[in-house]
């Protein structure tokens, strides 16, 4: 019997375009920036900001030492936001309808930056906040390491207090769908273009 739902965010719930990013840090200054952002995961130090291993300020000093000019501290948060488009309304409403038949919680590979800046903001958008949605949530930056890494699940199900065969998770990820199956939880990949509605059986209550 499946009790929980764990969503990805980025590509499941929240749109996103990496070429928003990686032309917003082009104007920036930052030379090519597509070394650094990938579709389902980043590298160098965009990955250890996800991963937690360096503080916001710490990115952020990075990112300057890639430009020859100043630049502030919103300048370069602005930027790296330009990752993400926004959550469709109805899919919070989705969310909240689920709410009434399973517990919800979200597993995100993220950083803090945009966390609590336009992802909070985005939640906030129907009249109610990130708390109201979830059950609980699991963040890289918090867990100290990203998805698909095993050790990320594991701290979910410790966290959360979730049993892998119960619970149904969504991600666009096929390589972190294939880490979760290992593991024993039901997946199901939100491919583009897909809502994570339709994938969710009618009969798996």
């Known amino acids: 019997m499946i009790r929980n739902l764990l969503f990805d965010l980025g590509g499941v719930i929240l749109d996103i375009k990496r070429e928003n990013c990686i032309k917003a840090f082009e104007q920036l200054g930052v030379d090519n920036p597509s070394q650094y952002l990938g579709d ?8 250890n900001i996800e991963a937690g291993l360096i503080t916001p300020q710490q990115f952020r000093d990075e990112v300057r030492a890639l430009i020859d000019h100043p630049v502030t501290d919103g300048q370069i948060d602005a930027a790296f936001n330009a990752f993400l488009v926004g959550i ?43 708390g ?25 199900e410790q966290k959360l207090g979730i049993i892998p065969t119960e619970t149904l998770f969504l991600d666009d990820s096929a390589a972190n769908c294939e880490a979760a199956r290992a593991l024993g939880f039901h997946a199901s990949q939100v491919r583009p273009g897909t809502e994570f509605a339709t994938l969710i059986p009618k009969d798996i209550d």
């Not at 919070?92 to 993220?110: P, V």
């Open 88 to 130: 469709p309304v109805e899919r919070l409403r989705e969310i909240e309808r689920l709410h009434c038949r399973y517990r919800i919680y979200m597993l995100s590979n993220t950083n803090a930056i945009m966390w609590d800046s336009f992802i909070k903001d985005e939640f906030c958008k129907d009249g109610h906040d990130m």
């Open 132 to 156: 109201y949605y979830f059950d609980g949530t699991v963040t890289s930056f918090e867990a100290k390491v990203c998805k698909p890494d095993v050790r990320i699940f594991r701290f979910a």
């Open 40 to 47: 389902y995961e980043q590298r160098g130090f965009f990955r």
